[in-house]
Structure formats: structure tokens, C-alpha cells
């Protein structure tokens, strides 16, 4: 008579390559997850942002040049552009990852102004950065007679 010995190692040796593929599948599972919750954090906070920036220019009056916008919500201004930088933990920088940038656009209605707010990432590189989130937003500017 035969010892089973060898059919119960075989046998226990494939399980343990089963239980391994399984492990493998899950853990890279979770890796994935953990980069889109990641990626999701980021277009939370870049729609939280805008959000406030688009808020605040019509606060003012609307104008996205303005730099009372800009200094209300403690951002750089130049050259018609308000903007603010963001490092790694959203905290404000000089020169970050993060870029939030307001251009005033021009309408084709008397009286309306409108105002384009998007936050950018940039990516290692020289690549473009890419948009996490972007919105328009647009005032009236004046009254405007009808008729």
C-alpha cells in the first residue's frame, strides 16, 4: 500500500497558490481604490475652491480682474488673472501643485460679464496639467434698458 502523503502536499500546495492569486487580486484592488479616493479628495476640494472663487468675484461686482476679489480671498492678482497656488495638503504656496486661476470671459449680452474659475494639477514632468475641476460663472454687470 501507498503512503497519501504526496497527494495531500500537492493537494495543500494548491490551495496555498489559490489563496496567493486571491491575496494578489485583493491587495491590488485596494491599491486601485486608494488612488481613485485619492483622485476624488482632490476634485472635492477643487469644486470647493472654485465654488468660493466664483462667489466672492460676484460678491464684488463681478469683475474677475479685480483685485478686491483677490484680496478678499488672500490670492495673487496680475495682469487680470487671479490666482493662488496650493501644495500637496491644499495649504496656500507660492509655487505648488495646485493651481487656481480665474479669466474674465467676454459675452455677447450687454450688461452680462462672465468669469471662467478652474483649479489645475500639474503633472511630473512637462506635461499639461490637468483640469480637476472648472465652472462659469456670470453677473449682471449693469442695468440694461429693454425696448
Same mark, same amino acid.
Given at each position: %500500500? ?7 502536499? %500537492?493537494?495543500? %500546495? ?11 487580486? /485583493? ?6 481604490? @486608494? ?5 476624488? =479628495?482632490?476634485? @472635492?476640494?477643487?469644486?470647493?475652491? /472654485? ?6 468675484? $460676484?460678491?464684488?461686482?463681478? @469683475? ?16 487680470? *488673472? ?5 501644495? #500637496?495638503?491644499? #495649504? ?6 495646485? &493651481?487656481?486661476?480665474?479669466? =474674465? $470671459? ?11 474659475? $478652474? ?6 514632468? @512637462?506635461?499639461?496639467? =490637468? *483640469? ?12 440694461? &434698458?429693454?425696448?
Amino acid at each position: %500500500m501507498r503512503s497519501k502523503a504526496p497527494l495531500l502536499l %500537492m493537494e495543500q %500546495m494548491v490551495m496555498l497558490l489559490v489563496f496567493a492569486l486571491a491575496a494578489a487580486l /485583493c491587495l491590488q484592488a485596494f491599491v486601485k481604490s @486608494d488612488g481613485l479616493s485619492g483622485d476624488s =479628495e482632490d476634485r @472635492d476640494r477643487a469644486v470647493i475652491l /472654485c465654488q468660493n472663487a466664483a462667489e466672492t468675484i $460676484r460678491w464684488f461686482g463681478g @469683475d474677475a480682474v479685480s483685485g478686491d476679489a483677490a484680496r478678499a480671498l488672500g490670492y495673487h492678482y496680475d495682469n487680470g *488673472v487671479m490666482y493662488q497656488e496650493f501644495d #500637496e495638503d491644499w #495649504e496656500p504656496v507660492d509655487s505648488g501643485v495646485y &493651481r487656481l486661476e480665474t479669466e =474674465e $470671459r467676454p459675452t455677447e449680452v450687454p450688461g452680462l460679464a462672465s468669469a471662467y474659475v $478652474r483649479v489645475k494639477k500639474a503633472r511630473p514632468g @512637462d506635461g499639461e496639467p =490637468e *483640469v480637476l475641476f472648472a465652472l462659469e460663472t456670470a453677473w449682471q454687470k449693469e442695468a440694461v &434698458r429693454l425696448g
